[in-house]
């Protein structure tokens, strides 16, 4: 069991900085779930978020369509908009942390629904931070992480000049910050 444990807590480190990014971006918690929780070898590695119905319909469209669309062939627009994002954001952790990552952001009342009673554990760190649980030195960590994570996605900067890297990285701090900000307060 100490064995599983070790593991992960070694795959929760590997995505926490991509998790604090997809906490950033969807405002609630990532969670790591399914057969990489108690499989030495999953198959791939699942993640999820839940977002409450009204947050998720006005991403992708009604909760109800895309419940419906799940078991259709021909996909209405919440379905196909959901799976493009779906598929983009899995293919980019994918390549950038070279393993084989499901990530999903599902409805709130699907996951009532569904899978209510099973495993999960939180592998976004931003929460801790927010909540006062970390001491400076691992919040300056942890924000360095997310820096290195935001820049380190090269397709989507480009940078033709010294000032245009120094633009980009004030921006991107200070984005960090605010959202540091904001959930403390």
Request: aromatic letters at 8%; charged letters at 35%; glycine letters at 4%.
């Amino acid at each position: 069991m100490d064995h599983k444990i070790d593991q992960i807590d070694k795959l929760k480190e590997r995505l926490s900085g991509w998790a604090n990014q997809m906490y950033s971006r969807f405002g609630h918690p990532v969670y790591l779930v399914g057969s990489a929780l108690y499989n030495d070898f999953p198959r791939d590695t699942d993640i999820r978020i839940v977002l409450p119905d009204t947050e998720f319909e006005a991403r992708y469209g009604p909760v109800k369509e895309w419940q419906e669309d799940t078991w259709r062939q021909n996909w209405r627009e919440a379905r196909q908009k959901w799976a493009k994002d779906m598929a983009k954001l899995s293919v980019d952790v994918t390549a950038r942390l070279r393993m084989n990552i499901d990530f999903q952001v599902e409805p709130e009342s699907h996951a009532e629904e569904h899978h209510r009673n099973k495993e999960k554990i939180r592998i976004d760190t931003i929460h801790a931070h927010v909540n006062g649980a970390l001491d400076q030195e691992t919040c300056d960590k942890l924000l360095r992480r997310e820096l290195v994570a935001l820049l380190d996605d090269k397709h989507q900067l480009t940078i033709h000049t010294p000032e245009e890297a120094k633009e980009i990285i004030k921006k991107q701090l200070e984005g960090i910050w605010e959202k540091f900000s904001l959930k403390k307060n």
